[in-house]
């Protein structure tokens, strides 16, 4: 590990230079915000203290060194305040820390990572290397899960909670006689990611086979991140115009009204996609004084990208099986099928919970 050999501070500004050369450019404001001392964080869980509003206004370095522990300690301008900033702790902000789990794009060839029920609640290993295909390819399965109705709730259980909705826990996919939701019969369905509606969307959604006996069912599913990738390379125009549009989605039935408006691709500060957003049952009308031209061009395109076999990763569930997918990035979907006995069970989760079980196994494994 790299030490930090020199420090230089003059009025706001700190510069630190490491023994590998690198060199850090450090602000009085910011380090005194985030000062390490008792009375500005919690020592058990490491939450601030302090507001904004209580660090000086006029903070600047009054003096800063490196303590025979290799930490850098610092006297603030202009009452004197001090702290010490552990060696490794400064490092990390140098960027060569990786902060999330890497993603994976996939396409059409994508083998699904499957593992065992038994495997997952025996093995803490098994289901954290489950749990990590769920973060970098937004989908994984878990094969051999008991057939009893509600036994999707155990596998939520493994890493998360249950996000309840307007739907209740669970719902039911099924064929019925009488249907009013499309999800409901036998037809196939548009890939799509469920209740864009809502805010906040749904992160994750676990289906689980119950019975299949019918023919076809075959469930599809594409990576929404692949084919805003896709786009932005084949389309720029129509990748800006579908991250900047904001779009009406609603959901109304006699007991709720849903409404939320988004972009259908969501992209960070970077430009790079944090969401996809994309069912075509719960768009509302675009306002009519948007730019309407270049958002059907868009929409059209991408439309035709996620209908692409190129993309599709499919897979029949068969009973026992449960899929679980991150329903911001993957969308789902099915071909068609007979009318026969098929009934799935699904429910949504939250994914920083099962980021945050992620990391708790990893911690424990390395410990
Ligand atoms: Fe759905």
């Not at 596998?155 to 309840?164: I, N, Q, S, T």
Request: glycine share 6%; hydrophobic share 40%.
């Amino acid at each position: 590990m790299s030490r930090i050999e020199h420090t230089q501070c003059d009025g706001s500004w700190l510069n630190l230079r490491w023994s590998d050369g690198a060199e850090q450019t450090l602000f009085a404001t910011w380090l005194r915000d985030n000062a390490q001392t008792p009375d500005a964080r919690n020592p058990a869980n490491g939450q601030r203290l302090i507001d904004v509003s209580d660090v000086p206004e006029a903070t600047a370095f009054q003096a800063a060194s490196v303590a025979a522990d290799g930490a850098l300690d610092v006297t603030f301008a202009p009452d004197g305040y001090r702290s010490a900033y552990p060696a490794e702790w400064l490092r990390a902000f140098l960027g060569d820390a990786a902060q999330t789990p890497a993603r994976t794009l996939w396409a059409a060839s994508h083998t699904i990572v499957a593992r065992t029920y038994d495997e997952a609640t025996a093995d803490p290993a098994a289901l954290a290397d489950w749990l990590r295909a769920v973060a970098r390819d937004g989908i994984a399965l878990l094969r051999g899960v008991p057939t009893e109705s509600e036994a999707v709730f155990r596998v939520a259980g493994l890493f998360g909670y249950v996000r309840e909705t307007n739907y209740g826990k669970l719902f039911d996919v099924r064929s019925v006689a009488d249907p009013t939701n499309l999800a409901f019969t036998s037809q196939g369905l548009m890939v799509h990611t469920d209740n864009p509606y809502r805010n906040p969307v749904p992160g994750l959604q676990l289906l689980h086979c119950l019975q299949s006996d019918a023919e076809g069912g075959t469930s599809v599913f594409v990576d929404g991140f692949q084919a805003a990738a896709r786009l932005k390379r084949e389309a720029p125009d129509a990748f800006e115009t579908l991250s900047s549009v904001w779009v009406p989605f609603r959901f109304r039935d006699g007991e709720a009204d849903l409404q939320s408006r988004s972009p259908i691709i969501c992209v960070d500060d970077g430009g790079a996609p944090t969401a996809i957003r994309y069912n075509n049952r719960s768009v509302a009308p675009l306002d009519p004084g948007e730019d309407v031209e270049a958002f059907y061009t868009a929409y059209r395109k991408f439309s035709d990208l996620l209908r692409d076999p190129a993309g599709e990763a499919t897979i029949r569930l068969g009973p026992g099986d449960c899929i679980v997918f991150d329903n911001e990035r993957v969308l789902h979907g099915r071909k068609a099928f007979k009318q026969a006995s098929r009934w799935l069970q699904g429910c949504y989760a939250d994914k920083d919970s099962l980021l945050s079980k992620l990391r708790i196994l990893d911690a424990e494994t390395n410990r």
